[in-house]
Nanobody, 126 residues
Framework: QVQLVESGGGLVQAGGSLRLSCAAS????????VGWFRQAPGKEREFVAA????????YYADSVKGRFTISRDGAKNTVSLQMSSLKPEDSAVYYC???????????????????WGQGTQVTVSS
């Protein structure tokens, strides 16, 4: 079992920045894939960003490409999501997830992840 704990959410104005962090109870997060997903009220959970544990491969949703950056700190066993140029449509609960990895879909589909954090709310005001 791996426990994931997100932090860093909050309220920010449009155009602002936030940094989310995800801490794991176990090194390597229990697998090769670490991802961020989000879910807004009344909408399905959607992929935001992911990376493999080595950091050699990163994946981003088109809607956040160029604005969000996923990274990891091996010494602290954390994965972060730096969010810039935030828009009101980025408002959602953000979840950190860990999974075994594999092909592209193993990083971008929420059903391919085994472990999830409790989520952290991000609200972007216009």
């Amino acid at each position: 079992q791996v426990q994931l704990v997100e932090s860093g959410g909050g309220l920010v104005q449009a155009g602002g920045s936030l940094r989310l962090s995800c801490a794991a109870s176990r090194r390597t997060f229990g697998g090769d894939a670490v991802g961020w997903f989000r879910q807004a009220p009344g909408k399905e959970r959607e992929f935001v960003a992911a990376m493999n544990w080595s950091g050699r491969s990163t994946y981003y949703a088109d809607s956040v490409k160029g604005r969000f950056t996923i990274s990891r700190d091996g010494a602290k066993n954390t994965v972060s999501l730096q969010m810039s140029s935030l828009k009101p449509e980025d408002s959602a609960v953000y979840y950190c997830a860990a999974g075994p990895g594999g092909g592209y879909s193993a990083y971008t589909r929420w059903g391919r992840y085994d472990y999830w954090g409790q989520g952290t709310q991000v609200t972007v005001s216009s």
